[in-house]
Every structure is written in structure tokens, then in C-alpha cells.
């Protein structure tokens, strides 16, 4: 017996669960998933990394296979709606694999994939259908789908709904909703302007929260290193090629501000012989696609990303996110260093803080409610790349980083005996 057979999940969803080797619920799950059985609305504050995806799905699947109904034509009994394409791909991959043993049907519906074959894996209908905002809009626009038969609704990291200005089409959608229905809302921030929407879609809810507001993902060792923008590239293409090397880095994240940030991150990794691909909004779905399959499969070992793309994207043994730029805000910063240290594992999050956005840091440590530790660009580094005098201009932005810094080695090597 486990905790999933002790809350009555249906036999086949405990079977797939076995199969994928969960034995324990994590805390969202041991949280949310009887309130859900109950057909309560709930209210979820969680980072992505908390399986949450698990949390909503397998009460959802349990619900919809113990009430069968026939499929109707462009209709669906479930609808998850997910702010990136690449989540909504990832949560509809979860689910058919939560799914396996019930005959129940998926779909995933998102831009940039031709919009007459979305239409088409529609007719039928389908019991779950994971979309991002504005195609599902598209395809009710074409009346190629109706909403009009939603049983449960699941709303995906509304803080980046927001953030992506995805409101009107949130509104619509609402509107076009049962009113009768089971309405579940998760976010991982949850400031007033989040919560006054969630009001529009939820009612009464079970309040679940599994981080507290504003705290940094567990087991993530942040660390800040003050540098022009220059020395940036110098640094990260010399601490991922030692890192790699010693496999002291097995998987990288970094993040950049812009899209052509990217570009430049990537062509100058693999000018150095380092494996990198991009992952944006101006890349094609394909591309999008296959780069993170690349990195998922360990043939790619450094994605670099802009925030929109990465958002939520769950790929174990992500050792290390670099911060190339940092974020323009500090709940962003949270979303980020979330990627490293998934479900078990730990990992290391590395700021490159440079005059241009050194301001940002003081506001997220402020966020956070914690320092983040600084750490120096070691002597035989700066020998590889040689800008001997720049450690004197770098002196003041340490801004008393001195006596909170530590020392490590000089590609953040994870040290054996650190606690
Ligand atoms: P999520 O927060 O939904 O992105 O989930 C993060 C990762 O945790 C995914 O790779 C899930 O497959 C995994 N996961 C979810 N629930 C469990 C569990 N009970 N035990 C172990 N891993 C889990």
C-alpha cells in the first residue's frame, strides 16, 4: 500500500505510478490531491519542481475515468491552460504517462504547429485538452472547439500568464466556461493582482501552498560574481569547458535578457567546442523542439534560454543555471534558479552581476529575504583571459561582498566536504 492507494486512486493511475517509480507523494500532492478527489476548486502556490503537474493531474484523470462519457464532437472534459508551449507540451506528455492504462484521450493544442492539424486531432473530441491561450482561442474562433462540455479546469503559472499580458484572452476564456465546473489556479508567486484574478475563476478554494511566497528553490547554492560585460563570455565558456570536463557540471541552463543575447551566448560556446542550443521565441516550433530534446537527452549539455522560453520546463539533472544577465525581476529570478534542483536533486545557481544590472541584486536578495554569497573571479581564471586591472574597478560594486563572500574553486567546483 502506498500513500496513492491509500487516497483511492483508481487502480490503473497507481499502476502507471508504480511504473514510473513514485512511491511517495510530495508535499503538494500529499496536500492537494484529496481535496481534489472531493471536487474542490483549489488555489496552488508552487514553484514548477514541486510535482504539481502529478498534484492536479491524477485526481483530474481519476475523476474523468471513474465518470466515462462518450466523446463529443470538438469538445473536451478537461482543459489545462499553460503559458509556453514547451509546458504545455511537457504537462500533456505527463499526463498520458499518468494516463497509460485508461482509456482516456490527450490532446495538446499550441502556436506555431499549423493550426488545420490541431483542428483536425479535435473533431473526435477528447477527455483532457492541454492548450496555451491564444490557439485555443484561435481554434474556438474557427469553431474547430467548444468549451462548452469542461468538467475541470486548470489554470498553469498564472504569474506568467500575467507577465506575458495573457489577460484578455484569460478573460475570454472564462466566459466562455461552464459555470458549473471544478476550477483548479496555480501559481508560484501570488502578489494582490494574481489573487483578484484567481477570483474570477475559482470559488471557495482549498488553499495549498508548498514554498512559502518569496522563497528561493531548497537545495539551490547561489552564488554572485561581480564582472563587466566583457569578462562575462571569457568567464562562462571557461567554467563550462572545466566544468564539463570534470563532470562537475553535467547539465547548464543560462539565461540571457534577449533573444539575439542568446544567439551570441550560443555561437561563442560552440566556437569553443562546447555543445549549446538556444532556445527562444524566435526560433521555429522545430527548433524549439529538438533543442530541448537535445538537452533532455543529455546531447546538448548547455541550453541557453530567454525567460519567456524557459518558464517551467522540468528537465532532470539540470547541475547549474547561470544567470548571464540577471532577471529584470526578482520573482523571475526565483522561476530560474527553480530549473536546477528538481524533485531529489541539488544544484547551483551562478549570478554574473555586472554594473549594467548590479542594481537588480540588492532587490533580490530582498525577495528572497536572503544573501546571496559572492564569489570572486579566482587569479589563474583571470590569468586564461587576462584582465588583470579590472579587479580594482570591481572593487566597489562588491559593496561589502568582501567579508560575506566565500571562496571556491575557480570553475565552482563543488567542493567534497561542503555542508
Ligand atoms: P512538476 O513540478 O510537475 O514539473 O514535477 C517535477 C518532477 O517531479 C517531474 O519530473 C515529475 O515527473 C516528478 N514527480 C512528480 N511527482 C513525483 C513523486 N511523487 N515522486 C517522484 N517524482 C515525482
Do not use: W
Not at 27 to 38: C, G, V
Not at 139 to 157: G, K, S
Amino acid at each position: 500500500m502506498t500513500f496513492f492507494t491509500d487516497l483511492g486512486l483508481a487502480e490503473p493511475i497507481v499502476r502507471a505510478l508504480d511504473s514510473r517509480g513514485y512511491a511517495d507523494p510530495t508535499p503538494i500532492q500529499r496536500q492537494a490531491i484529496p481535496a481534489l478527489l472531493e471536487g474542490r476548486d483549489l488555489l496552488g502556490i508552487a514553484q514548477t519542481g514541486t510535482g504539481k503537474t502529478a498534484a492536479f493531474s491524477l485526481p483530474s484523470l481519476h475523476l474523468l475515468a471513474s465518470d466515462p462519457k462518450a466523446r463529443k464532437p470538438a469538445s473536451c472534459r478537461m482543459l489545462v491552460l499553460s503559458p509556453t508551449r514547451e509546458l504545455a507540451a511537457q504537462i500533456a506528455d505527463n499526463m498520458r504517462g499518468y494516463a497509460k492504462y485508461l482509456s482516456l484521450s490527450i490532446q495538446c493544442v499550441f502556436g506555431g504547429v499549423p493550426v488545420g492539424k490541431n483542428a483536425r486531432a479535435l473533431v473526435p473530441g477528447c477527455d483532457v485538452l492541454v492548450a496555451t491561450p491564444g490557439r485555443l482561442l484561435d481554434l474556438i474562433d474557427q469553431r474547430a472547439l467548444t468549451l462548452r462540455d469542461v468538467e475541470i479546469f486548470v489554470l498553469d503559472e498564472a504569474d506568467q500568464m500575467m507577465d506575458l499580458g495573457f489577460i484578455v484572452p484569460l478573460k475570454r476564456i472564462a466566459a466562455l466556461l461552464p459555470k458549473q465546473r471544478q476550477s483548479l489556479f496555480f501559481s508560484a508567486t501570488m502578489p494582490q493582482s494574481i489573487a483578484d484574478l484567481g477570483k474570477q475563476f475559482i470559488h471557495n478554494p482549498v488553499r495549498v501552498e508548498v514554498a512559502p511566497q518569496s522563497t528561493t528553490a531548497e537545495r539551490v547554492e547561489q552564488f554572485a560574481t561581480f564582472l563587466n560585460q566583457a569578462e562575462k563570455q571569457a568567464l562562462l565558456t571557461l567554467t563550462l569547458r572545466s566544468g564539463l570536463a570534470d563532470n562537475s557540471i553535467d547539465r547548464a541552463l543560462i539565461f540571457t535578457r534577449t533573444k539575439h543575447g542568446a544567439d551570441r551566448v550560443v555561437r561563442h560556446l560552440s566556437s569553443a567546442g562546447i555543445g549549446a542550443a538556444a532556445i527562444h521565441g524566435n526560433k521555429s516550433q522545430a527548433q524549439r523542439t529538438a533543442a530541448l530534446q537535445g538537452f533532455r537527452k543529455g546531447q546538448i549539455p548547455v541550453l541557453v534560454a530567454t525567460d519567456i522560453a524557459a518558464r517551467g520546463i522540468d528537465v532532470a539533472g539540470v547541475s547549474h543555471v547561470f544567470n548571464f544577465e540577471l532577471p529584470n525581476v526578482p520573482e523571475q529570478y526565483v522561476h530560474r534558479i527553480g530549473r536546477t534542483a528538481r524533485i531529489g536533486a541539488s544544484g547551483d545557481a551562478i549570478n554574473f552581476a555586472c554594473e549594467e544590472y548590479v542594481y537588480s541584486l540588492p532587490e533580490i536578495e530582498d525577495f528572497i529575504g536572503q544573501k546571496i554569497p559572492v564569489l570572486p573571479i579566482t587569479e589563474d581564471l583571470l590569468l586564461e583571459y587576462k584582465p588583470p586591472k579590472r579587479l580594482e574597478r570591481r572593487r566597489p560594486l562588491l559593496s561589502g561582498g568582501e567579508s560575506r563572500g566565500r571562496s571556491r574553486a575557480p570553475h565552482h567546483r563543488r567542493p567534497v566536504n561542503r555542508g
